[in-house]
């Protein structure tokens, strides 16, 4: 059965699926699939592609655009924190690298020794401190509390 892609409605504009966003760059995305609609409003992450490379777009409220990208201009030089590569001012969205997979995916097929598991929470506490050194507390952390269970604070 073909699932059919939902067309997520925002307050000024439309995103579909094939629709190309210009953004600050100057680079075309084009909107591949929906990856999740934020169930408390009208944004959502999409999958987008130019030259036949995948990213990730994030659209957010205006307000929250106006501090994230407050926040990430602080942080420019960051190897810790996740970092856009772009932005597109209408609808306002970030545009991140595509990983492909995330931990918590990773973790379900994969067994972390536990020196893995170390590592990987010390490098998640440096880039929280990373965050604290600028005055910004992130609300969605996750706790690694075995090899393929994770609890989101």
């Known amino acids: ?84 590569l772009d932005a597109v001012d209408e609808p306002k969205a970030f545009v991140y690298e595509h990983l492909g997979e995330d931990l918590q995916s990773l973790s379900k097929r994969a067994k972390f020794t536990r020196k893995q598991i170390k590592e990987i929470s010390r490098t998640i506490l440096e880039a929280i401190a990373e965050l604290h050194e600028i005055d910004y507390l992130h609300g969605g952390i996750f706790y690694i509390v075995s090899d393929s269970e994770f609890i989101r604070f």
């Open 1 to 84: 059965m073909k699932r059919t892609m939902p067309r997520l409605t925002m307050a000024a504009s439309s995103i579909t699926i094939g629709q190309s966003l210009r953004a600050r760059s100057g680079t075309n995305y084009a909107i591949s699939r929906l990856i999740q609609q934020r169930p408390d409003g009208p944004h959502g992450v999409f999958e987008v592609t130019t030259d036949d490379r995948k990213y990730v777009l994030k659209t957010i409220s205006r307000s929250q655009f106006d501090r994230e990208e407050t926040i990430w201009r602080r942080l420019h030089k960051s190897t810790l924190n996740r970092l856009p």
